[in-house]
């Protein structure tokens, strides 16, 4: 079962929550999401458990952990997002709003 952990304080590392979680059972592997341009925690990961999740789930959900009050459920599958459309077409220009306008002096 792959869970979702939110609410992490932002110093804990991927180690530190994989231990958090093998209290409960066999983890498969845990991962810390980190910001993609300045490298820091985003303050939530996902562990993926063989065995214990359910048990990891309920006792950790709500917990105080490392001084912030964490949350835990089953993840769901990432939906699939729209690309960020750039051009979103109208407007331009300065002072004076659409096609090329602006300011006659």
């Known amino acids: 079962m792959n869970l979702y952990v939110s609410g992490l304080n932002f110093k ?3 180690a530190e929550l994989q ?3 093998e209290q409960y059972g066999t983890v498969t592997s845990a ?3 980190n910001d ?3 490298g820091r925690s985003r303050g939530f990961g996902f562990v993926e458990m063989s065995s214990g999740a359910d ?5 950790l959900n709500g917990a105080e952990i490392m001084g912030k009050t964490i949350n835990v459920s089953e993840a769901r599958p990432q939906t ?3 690309p960020f459309n750039n051009n979103r077409g109208g407007g331009g220009g300065n002072y004076g ?3 090329g ?3 006659r002096w």
């Open 12 to 14: 804990m590392t991927t």
């Open 19 to 21: 231990t958090l979680f």
């Open 31 to 33: 991962k810390i999401i």
């Open 36 to 38: 993609k341009m300045t």
């Open 55 to 59: 048990t990891a789930m309920s006792e």
């Open 80 to 82: 699939e997002r729209k």
């Open 97 to 99: 709003g659409g096609g």
């Open 101 to 103: 306008g602006g300011r």
